[in-house]
């Protein structure tokens, strides 16, 4: 049984498409995120999500809109892809409670875009 | 503001041989620290954490790790490595709202 599994674990699509990107944790975790691994493998926080609310939300392009419609799942969309979208999207979640830390993170197997 | 560096983006070792991947990092409150690995085409998954108890931290798979406060260093260390440890290695440093900052990575090779 999976703890983080995302969906779909490849997508293949052309510049100017939507695609989403769907995560599901059944660790009972209140925290999810989203991060993003170039091909020089560099990961770099995006989203963040404590109990449904947004919490981190990094310099990036508002193409991407991250939706969490309960503390078990968030879900990244992306409008209008671009070349340099391209990459590997983890999914991950945490444990955070009352103490503020994050703590040890619990990735996802990760969905690699490519965009033509 | 919180910062990682890996010093040494490659390392190759022998089998059996020490494996010693380095890692300092910056940090304005007492740090969280996180050593992690990630194997091809999959996640990362968590060797260890540091979190103000021991400073010697032992991990899985025969990992180890040494909290520095005076060299702000957390070097991961194995005395033997193995052909399937080759992988990537992430330390991370945990931050506030759940916002770890992880280092470049370091890739480890092992030769037979």
């Known amino acids: 049984d999976t703890a983080v599994s995302q969906t779909p674990k490849y997508l293949v699509t052309q510049m100017g498409n939507d695609k989403s990107i769907k995560c599901e944790q059944n660790l009972g975790h209140d925290t999810m995120y989203w991060y993003k691994q170039d091909s020089k493998k560099f990961l770099k926080i995006m989203f963040s999500y404590n109990n449904k609310e947004l919490i981190i939300n990094e310099t990036v392009p508002n193409r991407f809109s991250p939706k969490s419609p309960d503390k078990a799942h968030l879900n990244l969309h992306i409008n209008s892809l671009e070349l340099g979208d391209s990459a590997v999207y983890f999914c991950?979640?945490?444990?955070?409670?009352?103490?503020?830390?994050?703590?040890?993170?619990?990735f996802g197997e990760g969905s690699r875009l490519t965009v033509l | 503001a919180q910062s990682v560096t890996q010093l040494g983006s490659h390392v190759s070792v022998s089998e059996g041989a020490l494996v010693l991947l380095r890692c300092n990092y910056s940090?304005?409150?007492?740090?969280?620290l996180f050593w992690y690995v990630q194997y091809p085409n999959q996640g990362l998954q968590l060797l260890l954490k540091?979190?103000?108890?021991?400073?010697l931290v032992k991990g899985i798979n025969g990992f180890e790790a040494e909290f520095k406060k005076s060299e702000t260093s957390f070097h991961l260390t194995k005395p033997s490595a193995h052909m399937s440890d080759a992988a990537e290695y992430f330390c991370a440093v945990g931050g506030n709202a759940g916002k770890s900052t992880f280092g470049d990575g370091t890739t480890l090779t092992v030769k037979p």
């Open positions: 540091y979190t103000s108890a021991a400073t």
């Open positions: 991950a979640s945490s444990l955070m409670g009352t103490s503020g830390h994050g703590g040890e993170l619990f």
């Open positions: 940090s304005s409150v007492p740090p969280y």
